[in-house]
């Protein structure tokens, strides 16, 4: 089955800087990535999602760039605010025999500070 | 239009003690998951139901029965619980088997088990 890795686990920047969060995938044949953040105590919540058609999304500050050939994918956050202080989660969805299937990495908690 | 609702919100159980967990959603979708929500595990699939009659073994479905009552209702049931299963269950739906649609959750439902 599809197997997702997700680095850093945890990742701590200064009020406005870059975030980078980074995924790889093992199954070649996944064609949906979508990214959750998870505030303390809530549930995860779609924040940006991209299929395989395409290598690059936007909306606002948040960006998610994907590289089918290498098998990975990453979140992208400019000019970080304190609010964006979170776990987030990426997954994937794998080929059509388990297409019913997302498949979580294992977070990383992103911190945000002044 | 209230998404994913889950029920209760918190429960505290005796090992050996029986529960089911209940979940129901309104936007028509037809596949709903079960997740458990581990300090540093990220989510774990436990059982899902790509359709209304059908129900699949996730990553982790040892000590767990799901039923999917119907289109709208996937309840998960503990049927003798463990201190290992204190958790924080998700419950989720998505539009299609097929289609890349975004897994949207419920609250969540944290248990714990003395």
């Known amino acids: 089955g599809e197997n997702v890795e997700q680095h850093p686990s945890t990742l701590s920047v200064q009020e406005g800087d870059s975030a980078v969060i980074k995924c790889t995938y093992s199954?070649?044949?996944?064609?949906?990535f979508p990214w959750y953040k998870q505030e303390l105590g809530k549930r995860p919540q779609l924040i940006i999602d991209?299929?395989?058609?395409?290598g690059e999304k936007k909306d606002q500050r948040i960006a998610v760039t994907l590289n089918k050939t290498a098998k990975h994918f990453s979140l992208h956050i400019t000019e970080t605010q304190p609010e964006d202080s979170a776990v987030y989660f990426c997954a994937a969805i794998g080929r059509a025999g388990t297409a019913s299937k997302l498949t979580f990495g294992t977070g990383t908690r992103l911190q945000v500070t002044l | 239009n209230a998404g994913v609702t889950q029920t209760p919100k918190f429960q505290v159980l005796k090992t050996g003690q029986s529960m089911t967990l209940q979940c129901a959603q309104d936007m028509n979708h037809n596949s709903m998951y079960w997740y458990r929500q581990d300090p540093g595990m990220g989510l774990r699939l436990i059982y899902y139901s790509a359709s209304e009659g059908t129900t699949d073994k996730g990553e982790v479905p040892n000590g767990y029965n799901v039923s999917r009552l119907n289109k709208r209702e996937f309840s998960l049931r503990l049927e003798s619980a463990a201190p290992s299963q204190t958790s924080v269950y998700f419950c989720a739906s998505r539009a299609g088997t097929g289609s890349n649609s975004p897994l949207h959750f419920g609250n969540g439902t944290r248990l714990t088990v003395t």
């Open positions: 199954d070649s044949a996944s064609n949906y």
């Open positions: 991209i299929r395989s058609n395409v």
